[in-house]
């Protein structure tokens, strides 16, 4: 027996407990030995308390809640639930800190998932998962401010970007350029721009008080500003000149296809003859919402299709009904990922775009949500996906067209200007 097991923080453990530990050492001993017997016989695979988890399987959305049955005991799942219990034993007898139960399993759960070694994974609790839907869907809790870190370093706080129209800010009077100093009397002006949103977003009351340093005035104010659940703008667009539009997507949520929409309809008012698409640090998002996106501008056929484990191919198409009849210039980079990835594959299998940029992330998998009775979620890898031409770009990305480096210290984007090049030269 190790002297470091007698003792815990200067405290001797009864006589009893030590018979207890030494029992639980030889009984690990034990199953150490039997592991090696198994291994001929048996694949190894995780199961006992953790059971419930080890048979799902999950889309990029919820489908439907999986309810799963009891597992049946091997003798690996036996060794694994033993294992679990003297771990849980020796917190009981050892451990000097605090101990939550349900903060255990939860990092069980998470545990188990973490051991597929899948960035992409996860494991979210009922809350998270809400939390989560809704960014996927769009929306967030907020007031409709933008802030960051002034420009120069006259004056205290942070600065506020831009307000959005018709959110809480804006009725409330909040102006671009005022500079926020506290939240609900908590001092911001030493603290980071996620810090603060945290504060904003995360504040227990649903109304809370901001107080701003508006340098026109010359003047301290408090405004009350209740939050609301608003959309997140995925998509801008302006006019470059009188004939170029220029439109960025920076995720692909619930609400991209109709606001790609009503940009799209905008540029065209304007006069738009040439189209330019920026995807450059699009992290992706939902499957459905860029093939939605990408319906308005492809000709009939093949988006995507996805082929799971067991070789089942499921393909989305378009129906051809709006092909986009103007030069289209998509500009890409080592950010590009996912969703933006099956955008930029079909426009350039189907060659109604010039691809401009830098390789692309070369995320080709698709993620599925499963919900567990208790309302938690698992998220696991399930498919591949492929270009319309059947390519497989995971782990590879999407060589461009024109390939055009931006370096870190280059102040022009070079990017932008090599794909308006492109576009003055098409007809």
């Known amino acids: 027996m190790n002297e470091e097991l007698k003792q815990t923080d200067g405290q001797e453990l009864s006589g009893e407990e030590l018979r207890e530990l030494e029992n639980l ?40 809640t999986v309810w799963l049955p009891g597992a049946t005991d091997t003798p690996t799942s036996i060794q694994t639930d033993t294992k ?77 970007i831009e307000v959005k129209e018709d959110s809480p800010a804006a009725k409330a009077g909040i102006q671009a350029g005022d500079r926020l100093l506290a939240v609900n009397q908590t001092d911001v002006t030493g603290l980071t721009v996620t810090e603060t949103a945290a504060l904003i977003r995360y504040a227990k009351e649903e109304t809370i008080t901001l107080t701003l340093l508006r340098e026109s005035e010359d003047a301290q104010i408090s405004v009350e500003v209740t939050r609301e659940k608003l959309e997140t703008d995925t998509v801008a667009g302006k006019m ?29 008012e304007q006069g738009m003859q040439k189209l330019l ?54 500009l890409v980079d080592e950010n590009t990922a996912s969703a933006a990835e099956i955008f930029t594959g079909a426009v350039k299998d189907y060659g109604i775009g010039t691809i401009v940029g830098q390789q692309t992330f070369g995320k080709g998998i698709v993620q599925d949500f499963y919900g567990l009775p208790d309302g938690s979620v698992v998220k696991l890898t399930v498919a591949h996906y492929y270009t319309p031409k059947g390519n497989d ?35």
């Open 84 to 160: 679990i219990r003297a771990i849980e034993r020796l917190i009981d007898m050892v451990y000097v800190g605090d101990k939550d139960e349900e903060a255990l399993a939860e990092g069980m759960y998470r545990g188990l998932i973490s051991g597929l070694g899948d960035r992409y994974a996860d494991y979210y609790t009922e809350e998270e998962y809400e939390e989560l839907l809704s960014s996927q869907e769009g929306y967030y809790e907020g007031v409709g401010i933008t802030i960051g870190v002034p420009e120069t370093d006259a004056g205290e706080g942070l600065e506020i």
């Open 393 to 427: 770009i995971h782990g590879v990305g999407i060589e461009p067209d024109v390939d055009v480096e931006q370096p870190k210290d280059e102040e022009n984007d070079l990017q932008l200007q090599k794909a308006l090049e492109i576009l003055a030269a098409m007809e």
């Open 25 to 64: 050492q030889i009984l690990c001993g034990n199953k150490k030995r039997e592991r090696k017997d198994l291994r001929k016989n048996i694949k190894p695979f995780l199961a006992g308390a953790a059971a419930m988890l080890a048979v799902l399987a999950v889309v990029w959305l919820v489908k439907q």
């Open 240 to 268: 470059l000149n009188d004939t170029d539009g220029y439109l960025a997507i920076s995720q692909f949520t619930g609400l991209t296809s109709g606001q790609f929409q009503s940009v799209l309809e905008q540029l065209q």
């Open 277 to 330: 698409i920026d995807l450059r640090g699009n992290p992706g998002g939902l499957l459905n919402a860029v093939c939605d996106t990408l319906r308005q501008i492809l000709p009939e056929g093949l988006i995507v299709y996805t082929e799971d484990k067991q070789g089942n191919r499921e393909e989305y198409t378009c129906e051809g009904e709006t092909p986009l009849s103007i030069p289209l210039v998509v």
